[in-house]
């Protein structure tokens, strides 16, 4: 167990929906990731927010948008999905950015017929 | 941005013999390489990794070995088990930035 929480395990949504993926970072984590892995590909960095902030941005899709909050969990928003949406969303943290170990979830898998 | 190049696909391997994959990057700032396994349904978990004032870093079966002149580090799995069947992902981290830049990923099959 990373100690790294993904709700929910799985999500089957239609096109056109909104949907919200979950993530509480370690205790003392400060950093949180998100990461898209499709079939059988490589894990696309999304955005990372520390302490609250938005840090870093990848190739995130305009109908994706994440915060961060107060208590360090974070959201991700999905919108407008297609079905080429549908993936594996993983979330990582870590304790200070890069210098330190991340470690992931155990990640949404996310449907969308 | 940086790019992590990550060789082979997939390797397949009779169960005790050895398993070596290859990364390489393109970021001379990138200071921190961890290595991660991902089996089927779960999320990656980091095995191992090594900063760049370390040439070589061992834990038991496996090891990793960075060259930072050619930007190349390595895993090195030995005497391999049919558990260590999965799909191993290496990855980059920039000194000044904080993400995780990922190879596309190893499959590796240990026939017993």
């Known amino acids: 167990d990373s100690g790294v929480t993904q709700t929910p395990k799985h999500l089957i949504t239609a096109t056109g929906q909104r949907v919200t993926l979950r993530c509480s970072p370690r205790?003392?984590?400060?950093?949180v990731y998100w990461y898209q892995q499709s079939l059988d590909q490589g894990l696309q960095f999304l955005i990372q927010y520390y302490n609250g902030e938005e840090r870093a941005k990848g190739n995130i899709l305009e109908r994706f948008s994440a915060q961060q909050f107060p208590d360090l969990h974070s959201e991700l928003n999905l919108s407008s999905l297609e079905l080429g949406d549908s993936a594996l969303y993983f979330c990582?943290?870590?304790?200070?950015?890069?210098?330190?170990?991340?470690?992931f979830g155990q990640g949404t898998r996310l449907t969308v017929v | 941005g940086e790019n992590v190049e990550q060789h082979p696909s997939t390797l397949s391997v009779q169960e005790g013999d050895s398993a070596v994959i290859k990364c390489t990057y393109s970021?001379?700032?990138?200071?921190?390489f961890p290595w991660y396994k991902q089996e089927l349904g779960k999320g990656p978990q980091l095995i191992i990794d090594i900063r760049s004032n370390v040439g070589e870093k061992k834990d038991q079966r496996i090891a990793v070995t960075l060259n930072k002149t050619a930007k190349h580090f390595s895993l090195h799995i030995t005497e391999t088990q049919p558990e260590d069947s999965a799909v191993y992902f290496c990855?980059?981290?920039?000194?000044?930035?904080?993400?995780?830049?990922f190879g596309g990923g190893t499959r590796v099959l240990v026939k017993p």
């Open positions: 990855a980059a981290v920039k000194a000044a930035g904080n993400k995780l830049t």
């Open positions: 970021d001379s700032a990138s200071n921190y």
């Open positions: 990582a943290s870590s304790v200070e950015g890069g210098k330190a170990e991340a470690f």
């Open positions: 205790s003392g984590d400060l950093s």
